[in-house]
């Protein structure tokens, strides 16, 4: 929690001016009350006659409410400017950090609670925070202030009332305890019902194909009433402070008349007058309790988001330098390469040693959990080998820092990762200060034109988030012309024309061989048809190197090759 | 966005009132209680003020505080039952109003999307429904029983105020009176300002979230392509959005207490003003302006309450628009119709036209004739329309024109739960839901035995690793697992179908993530599951697909060609090409 606070340090003078006006209206709401004694005093008990002095007080109320309000509403301006550039601050540090973390904490951490990290707990914290903003500085202001002024005016009558506000806090502290566990509770079950529910939109197909909507509906209606149960008993065990709290400070108000009545026959030098202001006093103080309990309620729940966020933004990560001098020339050396996932038992990678000429075209092929994509995520520094080394131009990667790497290494991933955002966008990632004519022309060759020209908008067209309304094939193609449009001395296309028709490919890959012409290019694929026409193919299986060289030489002399062609082909027409 | 004005008696409003409509006796019933409370806050300080006045007026006389104790005793009673009555009321709001808006409408929401047409989910983000979900329904349930109880008790409490007010004195009344209508129209226009905000505010929250999500999903491109900065720079300008309406709702919300404070203290000193006149005329008796004093500061506290209630309603408003428009999306209708069993399998489309959009025809005037236990292989470039096909016999997505039979019935009458659960389909996107191995393999089959589930991953060639696996069958799997690859995904979902037995296939690119000499051992098994069977089989890899007994030729969503494979090449057209094409990369 109190990491967090460094995110309202930017604001300390916003903060001094906010509590300032704070400050300035509560000793206006502080004053009313006696103004409004003495009309009653001067006006109605008074003396009549004392017309002129009804007006002249009653200006000066009207000064001090005028006074009031603007103080409040200046206020008011400054504690929602904090809230609010103090939630967009502390998201853009989530945001930052996210971004800057190894792939290994994403993935300890999960997409899911990344997400609900960045939304929704967020969000908790700001509607916190803003609560915080307005009571924090008035709610200490006015208990002290009433209790200041009822002890001036009678210090016994004033402690009739101060008995009950550790009975108060007391209750507070214990129904807090038992709020926090019930608010875990519903806060997990949310998580489940989030997670749920996007499972089930992601397989919507499969679960209609099977019939199991009422399934997936009973799962979520599980879930819901979980957390409703729990959030409705934290609600209404909340709703216990209010009532009881107002039961005690009435009681103190009893109590002051009864012994106040007694201190007034005894002649303690007091006025009924006295007893009355007492009596307002107590309210002030009374409401006051009342904010500050929800505030203390409210702790355990922003603990809960704070410690949630501020496990993303305190992790260590180091923002990786781009070395923008250093230029690969294309060449590639593993030596003795070995990579194990953290807690496998197997090796992904085991000792692979390969040499990848500069500006030769080559393929690695190997069939599910060869380690073709562990491969890639060596490649582009994703990952870091647990043994050998990873060499570019004969210099130990290791020495470069990844985004140093990746600026020399373009790839078009596996998984097609598109953003909301125009299809030229899309690919202009790949090299942000590409020219229209250069994205149009990563496009063509990507054969996206003729997607394009059915759309009105051609390269204008608009993508949902994750590009969602578009097929497979298409995000594919936007993903490789991204890769295209970035100019570097290295290309991976890893499996990227899988969900293309071979046509397509055929298209694809003689456009593409024409423009990246002396760059290096690795191609991953399964299929065999797709590497066969490489300077060399490198066999994968099973995390191994098993074969290395030419179409023809592999046939010769690496079974597993051999195998693979014929399944493909279905033994061998060519 | 909308652009139209934001009124504070809309729609919206009428539509909540609808809705609570089951739980108006439990409503009706918090409307006494709260008539408790107002009486219990009405009474108190009149025998409060009363019991001080008699401190005023204490002549010296010994025994004051006793003569005080029958009094302080009622009051402690009324005390005591305001307390219990506030908690009471409270229980019965969070438990039937709190539960009614909060659980039921998940509870719909949930339900809805067991019918909604699967286009709707096709375009719109899940982080879009699932921020409905959570927190629109969330806000609407933080803040509507409050609201509730705040409009009851701040207007039945005015009501009782202003009739004390009149029968103490009507001008004094009158005065105070004329001020009300300005403290509540201001605090409804500040409320109606607000609720603009407030809508920017959900829809801005959607789309933060939609991109949150987009960009931890796409985390591998962004680092890729050293994206972090720009991404930065993204989520920063939607975060500056969202910061700016926040702002601006929250100032507006929260500045309507205070001006409602400063119209009540205009108000304290108009009585003043015009009770000490009529004091002084001699028109009025000094006690009469103190009571109505004393009414008039009661005011403030109800006064401030509604106008707060104001504002938190149009929050409620904003959330409620975007749970009320997903609840009204258009559902598929139900139909009941079924084909008749034991069924053959002879699949007939006549004439069928489909689009996804408008402007784009995507299928046009397609007729296809399967036989019962014929293997069909739709083969065709990148967008001809292949998975189309299968969108239309799932029917996932309904014809615009013609029709598709089955065994001679239409199936646009019959139940899509009938025409599905004739249909095994294995997906390129394979789909696990969070639970065990053999759950997500029994998922077409919930009563199938764990040797069944054991058979069928055999055959699908997954049993031996899921022996691996920790906890072997039992082990807990995910869509998001890294203990299993892509192409174990995908063998657990042919499992799956294999495990489900249906007398009709669907084979899209089911083995597009399998590696090639798995997939030759799997073609055993395959082959057991397509004997017999009427499948449609749709793959890139032509080879996969030669023994098919018709091969459709799909180009731009018309059939180009059709045959077998032997005949096809012989034809030597678009099926020769595509063939050739594959061994000239």
């Given at each position: 929690?109190?990491?967090?606070?460094?995110?309202?340090?930017?604001?300390?003078?916003?903060?001094?001016?906010?509590?300032?006006?704070?400050?300035?209206?509560?000793?206006?709401?502080?004053?009313?009350?006696?103004?409004?004694?003495?009309?009653?005093?001067?006006?109605?008990?008074?003396?009549?006659?004392?017309?002129?002095?009804?007006?002249?007080?009653?200006?000066?109320?009207?000064?001090?409410?005028?006074?009031?309000?603007?103080?409040?509403?200046?206020?008011?301006?400054?504690?929602?400017?904090?809230?609010?550039?103090?939630?967009?601050?502390?998201?853009?540090?989530?945001?930052?950090?996210?971004?800057?973390?190894?792939?290994?904490?994403?993935?300890?951490?999960?997409?899911?609670?990344?997400?609900?990290?960045?939304?929704?707990?967020?969000?908790?914290?700001?509607?916190?925070?803003?609560?915080?903003?307005?009571?924090?500085?008035?709610?200490?202001?006015?208990?002290?202030?009433?209790?200041?002024?009822?002890?001036?005016?009678?210090?016994?009558l004033?402690?009739i009332m101060?008995?009950t506000?550790?009975?108060?806090?007391?209750?507070?502290?214990?129904?807090?305890?038992?709020?926090?566990?019930?608010?875990?509770?519903?806060?997990?079950?949310?998580?489940?019902?989030?997670?749920?529910?996007?499972?089930?939109?992601?397989?919507?197909?499969?679960?209609?194909?099977?019939?199991?909507?009422?399934?997936?509906?009973?799962?979520?209606?599980?879930?819901?009433?979980?957390?409703?149960?729990?959030?409705?008993?934290?609600?209404?065990?909340?709703?216990?402070?209010?009532p009881i709290a107002t039961v005690l400070m009435n009681l103190a108000v009893l109590g002051i008349v009864r012994f106040g009545a007694v201190?007034l026959?005894?002649?303690?030098?007091?006025?009924a007058?006295?007893i009355f202001?007492v009596i307002q006093?107590v309210s002030?103080?009374l409401?006051?309790?009342?904010?500050?309990?929800?505030?203390?309620?409210?702790?355990?729940?922003?603990?809960?988001?704070?410690?949630?966020?501020?496990?993303?933004?305190?992790?260590?990560?180091?923002?990786?330098?781009?070395?923008?001098?250093?230029?690969?020339?294309?060449?590639?050396?593993?030596?003795?390469?070995?990579?194990?996932?953290?807690?496998?038992?197997?090796?992904?990678?085991?000792?692979?040693?390969?040499?990848?000429?500069?500006?030769?075209?080559?393929?690695?092929?190997?069939?599910?959990?060869?380690?073709?994509?562990?491969?890639?995520?060596?490649?582009?520094?994703?990952?870091?080998?647990?043994?050998?080394?990873?060499?570019?131009?004969?210099?130990?990667?290791?020495?470069?820092?990844?985004?140093?790497?990746?600026?020399?290494?373009?790839?078009?991933?596996?998984?097609?990762?598109?953003?909301?955002?125009?299809?030229?966008?899309?690919?202009?990632?790949?090299?942000?200060?590409?020219?229209?004519?250069?994205?149009?022309?990563?496009?063509?060759?990507?054969?996206?034109?003729?997607?394009?020209?059915?759309?009105?908008?051609?390269?204008?067209?608009?993508?949902?988030?994750?590009?969602?309304?578009?097929?497979?094939?298409?995000?594919?193609?936007?993903?490789?012309?991204?890769?295209?449009?970035?100019?570097?001395?290295?290309?991976?296309?890893?499996?990227?024309?899988?969900?293309?028709?071979?046509?397509?490919?055929?298209?694809?890959?003689?456009?593409?061989?024409?423009?990246?012409?002396?760059?290096?290019?690795?191609?991953?694929?399964?299929?065999?048809?797709?590497?066969?026409?490489?300077?060399?193919?490198?066999?994968?299986?099973?995390?191994?190197?098993?074969?290395?060289?030419?179409?023809?030489?592999?046939?010769?002399?690496?079974?597993?090759?051999?195998?693979?062609?014929?399944?493909?082909?279905?033994?061998?027409?060519? | 966005?909308?652009?139209?004005?934001?009124?504070?008696?809309?729609?919206?409003?009428?539509?909540?009132?609808?809705?609570?409509?089951?739980?108006?006796?439990?409503?009706?019933?918090?409307?006494?209680?709260?008539?408790v409370i107002i009486a219990c806050a009405v009474a108190g300080p009149e025998l409060l003020g009363g019991l001080v006045d008699r401190l005023y007026a204490?002549?010296?006389?010994?025994?004051l505080g006793k003569s005080l104790e029958p009094g302080l005793l009622v009051l402690l009673g009324i005390y005591v039952a305001q307390g219990l009555v506030t908690?009471?009321?409270?229980?019965?709001?969070?438990?039937?109003?709190?539960?009614?808006?909060?659980?039921?409408?998940?509870?719909?929401?949930?339900?809805?999307?067991?019918?909604?047409?699967?286009?709707?989910?096709?375009?719109?983000?899940?982080?879009?429904?699932?921020?409905?979900?959570?927190?629109?329904?969330?806000?609407?349930?933080?803040?509507?029983?409050?609201?509730?109880?705040?409009?009851?008790?701040?207007?039945?409490?005015?009501?009782?105020?202003?009739?004390?007010?009149?029968?103490?004195?009507?001008?004094?009344?009158?005065?105070?009176?004329?001020?009300?209508?300005?403290?509540?129209?201001?605090?409804?226009?500040?409320?109606?300002?607000?609720?603009?905000?407030?809508?920017?505010?959900?829809?801005?929250?959607?789309?933060?979230?939609?991109?949150?999500?987009?960009?931890?999903?796409?985390?591998?491109?962004?680092?890729?392509?050293?994206?972090?900065?720009?991404?930065?720079?993204?989520?920063?300008?939607?975060?500056?959005?969202?910061?700016?309406?926040?702002?601006?709702?929250?100032?507006?919300?929260?500045?309507?207490?205070?001006?409602?404070?400063?119209?009540?203290?205009?108000?304290?000193?108009?009585?003043?003003?015009?009770?000490?006149?009529?004091?002084?005329?001699?028109?009025?008796?000094?006690?009469?302006?103190?009571t109505?004093?004393l009414?008039?500061r009661q005011?403030?506290?109800?006064?401030?309450?509604?106008?707060?209630?104001?504002?938190?309603?149009?929050?409620?408003?904003?959330?409620?628009?975007?749970?009320?428009?997903?609840?009204?999306?258009?559902?598929?209708?139900?139909?009941?119709?079924?084909?008749?069993?034991?069924?053959?399998?002879?699949?007939?489309?006549?004439?069928?036209?489909?689009?996804?959009?408008?402007?784009?025809?995507?299928?046009?005037?397609?007729?296809?004739?399967?036989?019962?236990?014929?293997?069909?292989?739709?083969?065709?470039?990148?967008?001809?329309?292949?998975?189309?096909?299968?969108?239309?016999?799932?029917?996932?997505?309904?014809?615009?024109?013609?029709?598709?039979?089955?065994?001679?019935?239409?199936?646009?009458?019959?139940?899509?739960?009938?025409?599905?659960?004739?249909?095994?389909?294995?997906?390129?996107?394979?789909?696990?839901?969070?639970?065990?191995?053999?759950?997500?393999?029994?998922?077409?089959?919930?009563?199938?035995?764990?040797?069944?589930?054991?058979?069928?991953?055999?055959?699908?060639?997954?049993?031996?690793?899921?022996?691996?696996?920790?906890?072997?069958?039992?082990?807990?799997?995910?869509?998001?697992?890294?203990?299993?690859?892509?192409?174990?995904?995908?063998?657990?979902?042919?499992?799956?179908?294999?495990?489900?037995?249906?007398?009709?296939?669907?084979?899209?690119?089911?083995?597009?993530?399998?590696?090639?000499?798995?997939?030759?051992?799997?073609?055993?098994?395959?082959?057991?599951?397509?004997?017999?069977?009427?499948?449609?089989?749709?793959?890139?890899?032509?080879?996969?697909?030669?023994?098919?007994?018709?091969?459709?030729?799909?180009?731009?969503?018309?059939?180009?060609?059709?045959?077998?494979?032997?005949?096809?090449?012989?034809?030597?057209?678009?099926?020769?090409?595509?063939?050739?094409?594959?061994?000239?990369?």
């Open positions: 929690m109190k990491k967090l606070l460094r995110f309202l340090l930017p604001y300390k003078k916003q903060i001094a001016l906010a509590t300032l006006f704070m400050l300035i209206s509560v000793v206006c709401n502080l004053t009313l009350p006696t103004i409004m004694s003495r009309i009653l005093d001067q006006g109605v008990y008074g003396s009549a006659g004392s017309y002129a002095q009804i007006v002249r007080s009653c200006l000066w109320m009207l000064a001090l409410a005028g006074l009031s309000l603007g103080a409040v509403l200046a206020g008011y301006y400054f504690a929602t400017r904090i809230t609010a550039f103090f939630t967009r601050d502390l998201r853009n540090a989530m945001f930052q950090k996210i971004n800057e973390m190894s792939f290994e904490q994403v993935g300890k951490l999960g997409t899911a609670a990344l997400v609900t990290r960045m939304t929704h707990d967020a969000g908790t914290l700001a509607w916190a925070a803003g609560l915080l903003c307005g009571s924090i500085v008035i709610i200490p202001l006015m208990f002290l202030g009433g209790t200041l002024l009822c002890m001036q005016k009678d210090f016994y004033s402690l101060l008995a506000v550790p009975l108060v806090l007391g209750l507070v502290l214990i129904l807090s305890k038992k709020l926090a566990s019930l608010w875990e509770i519903s806060d997990k079950y949310f998580d489940v019902q989030n997670g749920l529910m996007r499972e089930r939109i992601r397989g919507i197909r499969v679960i209609r194909a099977f019939s199991r909507e009422p399934r997936e509906h009973e799962r979520i209606y599980a879930a819901i009433t979980e957390m409703t149960g729990h959030m409705i008993r934290a609600n209404v065990t909340m709703e216990l402070i209010a201190r026959e005894r002649g303690a030098g007091l006025s007058g006295d202001a006093y002030i103080v409401s006051s309790l009342i904010s500050a309990m929800w505030a203390i309620i409210m702790l355990p729940h922003a603990r809960v988001a704070a410690r949630r966020i501020s496990e993303i933004t305190e992790t260590e990560t180091t923002p990786e330098a781009c070395d923008e001098s250093v230029q690969f020339s294309g060449e590639i050396t593993l030596e003795h390469v070995s990579f194990r996932y953290e807690g496998a038992d197997a090796a992904a990678l085991e000792d692979i040693s390969l040499h990848i000429p500069a500006g030769s075209r080559v393929a690695v092929i190997g069939g599910t959990g060869s380690g073709k994509s562990t491969l890639v995520s060596l490649l582009l520094a994703f990952r870091r080998p647990t043994e050998g080394t990873v060499r570019f131009d004969g210099v130990d990667a290791a020495e470069y820092s990844g985004s140093t790497i990746r600026r020399n290494v373009s790839c078009a991933l596996q998984r097609p990762m598109l953003y909301a955002g125009t299809i030229a966008d899309n690919i202009r990632m790949g090299d942000l200060s590409a020219s229209d004519a250069q994205v149009a022309e990563a496009a063509e060759i990507a054969q996206l034109s003729g997607l394009i020209s059915r759309r009105e908008k051609g390269l204008g067209h608009v993508l949902t988030p994750s590009g969602g309304n578009i097929s497979g094939g298409q995000k594919q193609r936007v993903s490789i012309a991204r890769a295209i449009v970035k100019q570097a001395p290295i290309y991976i296309f890893d499996d990227s024309f899988s969900a293309l028709d071979f046509l397509t490919e055929k298209a694809l890959r003689t456009a593409l061989n024409e423009r990246i012409r002396g760059r290096t290019q690795l191609i991953i694929s399964q299929r065999v048809t797709t590497a066969m026409r490489s300077d060399r193919i490198f066999v994968l299986d099973q995390g191994r190197l098993v074969g290395a060289g030419t179409h023809r030489e592999l046939l010769e002399s690496c079974p597993i090759y051999r195998e693979i062609y014929a399944s493909q082909t279905g033994g061998g027409a060519a | 966005m909308t652009k139209k004005k934001e009124r504070l008696f809309d729609r919206t409003l009428l539509r909540l009132v609808q809705e609570a409509r089951p739980i108006r006796w439990w409503l009706a019933l918090s409307v006494l209680l709260c008539g204490w002549d010296g006389q010994p025994g908690y009471g009321n409270q229980y019965l709001l969070n438990n039937v109003v709190s539960r009614f808006f909060t659980w039921r409408l998940r509870i719909r929401i949930s339900d809805k999307l067991q019918r909604v047409p699967i286009s709707y989910l096709d375009k719109t983000p899940a982080g879009e429904i699932i921020d409905r979900l959570s927190e629109d329904v969330g806000t609407m349930g933080m803040t509507i029983h409050g609201i509730i109880e705040i409009l009851f008790t701040g207007f039945l409490q005015i009501a009782i105020i202003t009739l004390f007010m009149f029968l103490s004195d009507w001008r004094l009344a009158l005065a105070v009176v004329a001020f009300m209508p300005l403290s509540l129209l201001l605090s409804a226009r500040l409320a109606t300002k607000s609720e603009k905000y407030w809508n920017d505010m959900f829809n801005i929250g959607g789309d933060l979230y939609a991109m949150a999500e987009e960009n931890v999903t796409n985390f591998s491109a962004m680092k890729a392509f050293n994206l972090e900065a720009h991404i930065n720079e993204r989520m920063a300008q939607i975060n500056q959005k969202h910061n700016d309406v926040r702002q601006k709702g929250d100032f507006l919300g929260s500045i309507v207490q205070p001006v409602i404070t400063f119209t009540n203290a205009l108000c304290y000193i108009v009585i003043a003003l015009l009770g000490g006149w009529l004091v002084l005329q001699k028109l009025l008796p000094v006690g009469t302006v103190v109505v004093i009414f008039a005011f403030s506290t109800p006064l401030e309450r509604i106008a707060g209630g104001l504002s938190q309603l149009q929050q409620a408003k904003a959330a409620a628009r975007r749970v009320f428009d997903l609840l009204d999306l258009d559902e598929e209708a139900p139909l009941s119709g079924s084909v008749p069993r034991p069924v053959t399998g002879e699949i007939r489309f006549e004439d069928v036209n489909f689009r996804y959009v408008k402007e784009n025809p995507l299928i046009q005037n397609l007729s296809i004739h399967v036989k019962p236990g014929q293997n069909v292989a739709i083969v065709g470039p990148t967008g001809a329309g292949k998975t189309t096909i299968v969108n239309l016999l799932m029917r996932f997505y309904d014809v615009d024109s013609g029709r598709i039979t089955i065994d001679g019935q239409d199936v646009s009458v019959c139940s899509r739960d009938d025409t599905r659960s004739l249909f095994g389909m294995v997906l390129q996107d394979t789909w696990l839901f969070e639970g065990s191995v053999a759950e997500n393999v029994a998922y077409g089959k919930p009563d199938a035995t764990r040797e069944q589930i054991q058979a069928a991953c055999r055959h699908a060639y997954c049993d031996r690793f899921i022996r691996t696996l920790p906890q072997g069958y039992d082990t807990k799997i995910s869509e998001d697992s890294t203990n299993i690859s892509s192409g174990q995904k995908q063998l657990l979902t042919i499992a799956r179908a294999l495990l489900a037995d249906r007398r009709l296939l669907i084979l899209d690119e089911a083995t597009s993530n399998v590696d090639t000499r798995t997939e030759i051992l799997i073609q055993k098994a395959m082959d057991r599951l397509m004997k017999d069977r009427t499948c449609f089989i749709i793959a890139h890899r032509l080879s996969t697909i030669v023994d098919a007994d018709l091969i459709l030729v799909l180009r731009d969503g018309r059939i180009v060609e059709q045959g077998t494979h032997k005949a096809l090449l012989a034809q030597k057209g678009f099926y020769y090409e595509l063939y050739q094409s594959q061994y000239a990369i």
